[in-house]
């Protein structure tokens, strides 16, 4: 595809639920991030993905989140007994080896009620 | 660690005005430093970008020095326009000796309005 993609676009989940969100990443791209955008936090990041090396976890705020990417390109965030406070645009990134602009996906806007 | 802090807004402006919005950042390493635009509705995309000390982005009209001995990046535009209305971020990726390269740090962002 010509972007970043993100499904689904919006998810409304109860407080308990665990979520999977989904990125397919620019084809190519070696890199991949996962951040989050709250009211509270402003734009945070969660996790990186950089070819076949070690993810970045520094970022990801409990053990209930978890991400994955298989294959090199397509990644699943986890967000298990969803909070409130877990209430964010979940946005992807990737970006090409050697390069230095990351490229956004639109996100997916998670609500837990 | 790294961070990045810009001008609180929101920020108002008449059409054609000069609009700045300061950025300044904290960094281990040697940063890229970059401006990122999210229009209503619309995703984050890259609006300039600068990668080394005294660099200079530009793009549609706006500019951004790399100003290494103020630790600064400021955004700048001589004249403003409607649909420049937008959130603008800040950011900084530390490009080597840190210890989660690759990563963006984003400033808190600000909100422009600019009214006909």
């Known amino acids: 595809g010509a972007g970043v993609s993100q499904s689904p676009s919006n998810k409304v989940t109860e407080k308990g639920k665990d979520v999977e969100l989904r990125c397919d990443p620019i084809s190519g791209h070696t890199a991949l991030y996962w951040y989050r955008q709250s009211l509270g936090q402003g734009l945070e990041f969660l996790i990186y993905?950089?070819?076949?090396?070690?993810?970045?976890k520094s970022g990801l705020p409990s053990d209930r989140f978890s991400a994955e990417r298989t294959g090199g390109s397509v990644s699943t965030l986890t967000i298990q007994r969803t909070q409130q406070e877990d209430s964010a645009v979940y946005l992807c990134?990737?970006?090409?080896?050697?390069?230095?602009?990351?490229?956004f996906g639109p996100g997916t806007r998670l609500t837990v009620l | 660690g790294d961070s990045v802090t810009q001008m609180e807004g929101p920020v108002t402006l008449s059409e054609e005005a000069f609009l700045t919005i300061n950025c300044t950042y904290t960094a281990t390493g040697y940063p890229s430093l970059f401006w990122y635009v999210q229009y209503p509705g619309e995703g984050l995309q890259l609006l300039l970008k600068?990668?080394?000390?005294?660099d200079k982005g530009s793009n549609k009209g706006f500019e951004a020095t790399y100003r290494k001995e103020t630790t600064s990046f400021h955004l700048e535009k001589g004249s403003v326009q409607v649909s420049d209305s937008a959130v603008y971020f800040c950011?900084?990726?530390?490009?080597?000796?840190?210890?989660?390269?690759?990563?963006?740090?984003f400033g808190q962002g600000t909100i422009l309005t600019v009214h006909p």
């Open positions: 950011a900084l990726r530390v490009n080597a000796g840190g210890t989660s390269y690759g990563k963006l740090t």
């Open positions: 600068a990668t080394k000390a005294d």
């Open positions: 990134a990737s970006r090409g080896l050697g390069r230095n602009e990351q490229f």
């Open positions: 993905f950089q070819g076949n090396s070690a993810p970045d």
